[in-house]
């Protein structure tokens, strides 16, 4: 019974999630609903509702999704992936769990795509997300979600910058790991360019140049204090190097601190982020290691790693 009522509970919060967004994942303004030698077919199935799909309707889903207008019209992939995703966790709830199970799994890389989706909206993005967390967990809610470890009930600090708002292209999850384990400890990073480098700019470069899924850093603190939300914390980073990266939980100041030193409103912003991140995360609050400290290196720059050596004393 309490198998039941999981599976449930789970497919239904799956389709409120989708059926919130009605209204907003509608046909873009910018788009008519109207045939025409320019504009987008309007499939059949985009204004059903996921939770009254049957096989013959995500069979036409699939079948969109193999056609050439899949490719053209970035709104209604990214829309198809989101409902099929969702009919398969909702659809035929009575089958054996194994089926279920896979149905499942299947939903979860559907709304992975939409994630790796540049064409993708930021809204479906956000869907993307929510739905993600709930179909990792199995029908049965008896598998660990990938926002495992109390990721999930983390609230974003106040002042920070969502990722959602500075980066200009979507995570890649298939190029990233998902986390193992709890964050036990924070990394300090320096990111050894100049003062006024960006969040953006530093994404940019480790998704070009070293083929990461998205930025290393699960923070980036500016020279200002600005603090930009980096790697959503349900992915292990790309900062202190292979195996060294799981269980700590990366932080990079801009700047290079071997001769220069960090700014009182960095470092000020730096102290108030560990300690909302120690409280979220039950992480001790003295856990603070610079990265030359697991990895033969010079970050985080004498000056900064000077910091990291006073908070562990002081805390």
């Not at 019974?1 to 989708?18: E, F, I, K």
């Not at 480098?197 to 500016?222: C, L, P, Q």
């Not at 982020?273 to 409280?279: A, F, G, K, N, T």
């Not at 900064?304 to 805390?315: A, D, G």
Request: hydrophobic share 40%; proline share 5%; charged share 25%.
């Amino acid at each position: 019974m309490r198998t039941q009522c999981s599976t449930r509970l789970l497919a239904t919060l799956a389709l409120g999630l989708l059926a919130s967004c009605a209204t907003r994942s509608s046909l873009p303004a910018e788009r008519t609903a109207v045939p025409t030698a320019n504009g987008p077919v309007v499939p059949a199935w985009s204004d059903a509702s996921a939770s009254a799909f049957d096989w013959a309707t995500l069979e036409a889903i699939e079948a969109w999704l193999a056609s050439s207008d899949a490719v053209r019209w970035d709104h209604f992939r990214s829309e198809a992936r989101l409902k099929l995703g969702t009919g398969l966790m909702g659809i035929d709830p009575e089958a054996p769990e194994a089926t279920r199970a896979a149905r499942w799994e299947r939903a979860s890389e559907q709304f992975t795509q939409v994630l790796a989706d540049a064409g993708a909206s930021r809204e479906q993005l956000d869907r993307s997300e929510r739905l993600l967390a709930v179909a990792s967990r199995g029908p049965a809610g008896t598998r660990a979600p990938r926002s495992a470890f109390g990721i999930a009930e983390v609230p974003l600090l106040d002042g920070a910058v969502p990722r959602a708002r500075w980066a200009r292209s979507a995570a890649n999850p298939t190029r990233m790991d998902g986390i193992d384990r709890r964050y036990t400890e924070f990394t300090i990073h320096h990111s050894h360019t100049p003062a006024g480098t960006t969040a953006e700019r530093i994404r940019r470069d480790h998704v070009s140049s070293r083929n990461y899924g998205d930025i290393g850093y699960h923070f980036v603190i500016g020279s200002d204090g600005t603090i930009w939300e980096g790697r959503a914390l349900r992915y292990q980073g790309a900062h202190a190097g292979g195996d060294l990266n799981r269980g700590k939980l990366g932080i990079c100041l801009v700047g290079q601190f071997e001769s220069a030193r960090p700014t009182p409103r960095a470092i000020a912003s730096l102290e108030r982020l560990v300690r909302h991140l120690s409280e979220e995360l039950d992480i001790p609050l003295g856990a603070v290691k610079g990265h030359g400290e697991v990895k033969a290196t010079a970050c985080p720059g004498r000056h900064l790693q000077s910091w990291v050596q006073r908070w562990r004393r002081t805390h």
